[in-house]
């Protein structure tokens, strides 16, 4: 199993980006999907994840700024960030809770991180 991030870059404040993660390989079933980031000197916080069933949670400091949504059909899911603050620049990291179908069994994936720079 993969998951593997496009998107990210440099942006000036106030502006927007996106970012995709896709997840592929041997799986049976994807349960949740999600964007954590970590920024120099602090610990990887969650920002944005949604269920199988679409289900959304959001970190405080990103809602009404940031949209996360999921593609089943692609195992693929796309945040939208909006109104980005320095505050927001970070490396973001896909992490994925699903089934993997070949030895069938749950578990934890993340993909490599992505680039955020909010920056004038």
């Known amino acids: 199993v993969q998951l593997q991030a496009y998107g990210g870059g440099l942006v000036q404040p106030g502006g927007s980006l996106s970012l995709s993660c896709a997840a592929s390989?041997?799986?049976?079933?994807?349960?949740?999907m999600g964007w954590y980031r970590q920024a120099p000197g602090k610990q990887r916080e969650l920002v944005a994840s949604i269920t199988n069933g679409g289900s959304t949670n959001y970190a405080d400091s990103v809602k009404g700024r940031f949209t996360i949504s999921r593609n089943n059909a692609k195992n693929t899911i796309y945040l939208q960030m909006n109104s980005l603050t320095v505050e927001d620049t970070a490396v973001y990291y896909c992490?994925?809770?699903?089934?993997?179908?070949?030895?069938?069994?749950?578990?934890?994936?993340w993909g490599q991180g992505t680039q955020v720079t909010v920056s004038s």
């Open positions: 992490n994925a809770d699903l089934i993997q179908a070949r030895p069938l069994r749950r578990g934890e994936y």
């Open positions: 390989g041997s799986i049976f079933s994807i349960i949740d």
